[in-house]
């Protein structure tokens, strides 16, 4: 079974960037279709934010975010990364990688998950 660990987060100011690391063991990402990164805000329910589809590098997002956040994959790291540019205050949120033996991005359709990482912005 694989396990996944989140570094990265912090507290920043709005217009800063942060770059977030998620880290495989136990297991690869290629055994994965997907990867993906969510965030579950204060009071909120955990939403989907980026993923990568592992095997062709294929990249998905969610439109609050287009534009200012990427992820990517390193294979030989067994890491994907979340690089989290122009944040705002409401992208505050604990930050969460897992992985998806199918090609979706809903939070229930992830079957292994990190404990998560913290980002919090000020305004």
């Known amino acids: 079974q694989v396990q996944l660990v989140e570094s990265g987060g912090g507290l920043v100011q709005a217009g800063d960037s942060l770059r977030l690391s998620c880290a495989a063991s136990?297991?690869?990402?290629?055994?994965?279709?997907?990867v993906g990164w969510f965030r579950q805000g204060p009071g909120k329910e955990r939403e989907f934010v980026a993923a990568?589809?592992?095997?062709?590098?294929?990249?998905y997002y969610a439109d609050s975010v287009k534009g200012r956040f990427t992820i990517s994959g390193d294979n030989a790291k067994n890491t994907v990364y979340l690089q989290m540019n122009s944040l705002k205050p409401e992208d505050t949120a604990v930050y969460y990688c897992?992985?998806?033996?199918?090609?979706?991005?809903?939070?229930?359709?992830?079957?292994?998950w990190g404990q998560g990482t913290q980002v919090t912005v000020s305004s």
């Open positions: 990568i589809r592992w095997r062709s590098s294929s990249t």
């Open positions: 136990g297991g690869t990402f290629s055994g994965y279709d997907m």
């Open positions: 897992a992985v998806s033996g199918l090609f979706r991005t809903e939070p229930l359709w992830y079957d292994y």
